[in-house]
């Protein structure tokens, strides 16, 4: 771990610290915030020191960790990421995308992609997304989708795909890959999920094994590593100089030393203990089906392939449904955290998800399964437990384009009421969070369905940043 090593070699050379970050390693910070965090942590918050290597044009400790990291990812080149994911997408977006070009991407994207194509000021091209309204998951777009319209293109693209989504569902990424290759188009494959699937068979390919020129993983989501770091790699070394750029202005100039270190702890992590994973893929299917006995309750396995467009699923995301109790999967993670103290990634109309780590913790399962067989029974003692039945979101028609979302973004607006707002065009991401993924964007006509869509989303619990306000951003005048 060459970033790790360097910071403790600081740590214990022990210095004078007369330079940033102003806690100067501990000795000005408040001293309860100290005691509660502990010495270690000041001490190693360091920055741009003689031997401390620079984020922006890295030569020494972060450049041989983001060499390990390359290495062990498969990739020519890997970034590290102190602003997410997120940071990533934007700067793949900025780097082959301009003013007037397109991107091919899911509808389904997170919301993160259409922020970069505000940066950029592309113009986007939506692919639909089915949706399993049994299970109420969304799917993928299908490779024949993709090869049609990449062939209708009149212009160079690049491609933004998504694996896997939010409940671990992947898509045919290799043939996708191959379309886009077929037309020399760029691919880049956000795989925020996704940063164990290297480790074991048992997940879905590897974004860079698929053939992916660029892939965004979230460390922090999946293998431990802090909050906001995150991994960009890339399939070959040349060609790098506008994602360098493009890194350079979305993240911070003082990169967090903290961030930075746990990716390379992660990564090695990562390559120590893909047992464990392997071993988490296995616990994963047998605690879907222990759920699944639970009357009322589905942890679909092999019924996740019936989902749209759905070739692969990653076993440690582990969907509840909860539909046939008669309850939102909101009202379930409510019960879930207020009766047994458990807290879900995330909860939508009709289904739980839930993140396994790589340790196959039984104890953590029996309290989830009773958990989950107490909520089942109470639903059924109550006579209120009715089926109902609520549309999915990612079901809804993709919007009429009315001005790029750059446009959008940058013209004259006004904030109005949700319902003054039909048929007038979007200034912003509507987004209900998690999952990220908008429902409307930048320069689109604002439908009904969408309208409807946030109504029951908003009265079944679900948030999205911007709800608060109770107003929605509208071009000025549309
Ligand atoms: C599919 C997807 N892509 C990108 C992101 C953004 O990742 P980050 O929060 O690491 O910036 C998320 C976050 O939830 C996501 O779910």
Redesign the pocket.
């Known amino acids: 771990m060459p970033l790790l090593a360097g910071l403790l070699k600081n740590v214990a050379e022990e210095y004078l610290s007369c330079h940033t970050p102003g806690h100067k390693q501990g000795q000005a910070a408040l001293a309860e915030w100290r005691q509660l965090l502990g010495d270690q942590v000041f001490q190693m918050d360091l920055t741009e020191l003689p031997g401390l290597d620079n984020l922006q044009d890295p030569q020494g400790i972060i450049k041989k960790a983001q060499e390990s990291a390359a290495d062990y990812f498969g990739a020519k080149e890997t970034f590290f990421l102190v602003n ?3 940071a990533g ?1 934007l700067a793949v977006l900025l780097a082959k995308s301009r003013p007037g070009s397109k991107v091919v991407l899911p509808r389904t994207s ?1 919301q ?1 992609v259409i922020h970069g194509i505000i940066l950029s000021g592309a113009q986007p091209v939506y692919l639909p997304v089915r949706s399993h309204m049994g299970l109420g998951l969304p799917g993928h777009i299908t490779a024949k989708d993709l090869k049609t319209c990449l062939a209708a293109l009149d212009q160079d693209a690049l491609v933004v795909l ?1 694996h896997p ?2 409940y671990g569902l992947a898509g045919e990424l290799r043939q996708q890959v191959l379309a886009a290759n077929h037309h020399n188009y760029a691919v880049l494959v ?1 795989e ?2 996704g940063a164990h699937f290297g480790t074991s068979t048992r997940f879905p390919l590897p974004a860079l094994q698929a053939g992916a020129d660029f892939a965004a993983q ?1 460390a ?2 999946v293998l431990g590593s802090f909050t906001q770091s ?1 991994f960009l790699h890339c399939q070959r070394k040349n060609g790098l100089e506008g994602i360098r750029a493009a890194l350079r202005i979305v993240q911070s100039s003082s990169p967090s030393y903290l961030l930075m270190a746990s990716l390379d702890v992660a990564r090695c992590q990562c390559q120590l203990e893909e047992e464990g994973w392997e071993a988490a893929a296995q616990f994963g299917e047998k605690l879907r089906l222990e759920i699944s006995r639970i009357s009322g309750i589905l942890a679909p396995g092999e019924e996740l392939l019936e989902v749209p467009g759905v070739v692969e699923y990653d076993p440690t995301r582990i969907v509840i449904n909860v539909r046939e109790l008669g309850i939102t999967g909101f009202e379930a993670a409510e019960w879930l955290r207020r009766e047994r103290k458990v807290l879900v990634e995330m909860a939508d109309f009709q289904n739980l998800v839930l993140i396994l780590g790589p340790v196959s913790d039984e104890k953590a399962a029996e309290v989830l399964l009773e958990g989950l067989g107490s909520m089942a029974a109470d639903c059924t003692t109550r006579s209120s437990a009715g089926r109902r039945f609520l549309p999915d979101p990612l079901q809804l028609d993709i919007p009429q384009q009315v001005i790029t979302p750059r446009e959008a973004f940058f013209a004259p607006h006004s904030l109005v009421p949700w319902e003054s707002a039909l048929g007038k065009t979007a200034a912003e991401v509507v987004a209900p969070y ?3 993924v908008p429902v409307i964007c930048p320069g689109e006509r604002i439908q009904e369905e969408v309208l409807e869509f946030l109504q029951k989303w908003d009265a079944a619990g679900g948030i999205w940043p911007g709800k608060s306000r109770g107003l929605i951003k509208i071009v000025a005048g549309s």
């Open positions: 997410g994911t997120t997408i997170h993160a998504l989504n939010y956000d925020a999920h979230g922090h989501k995150a998690p999952p990220g």
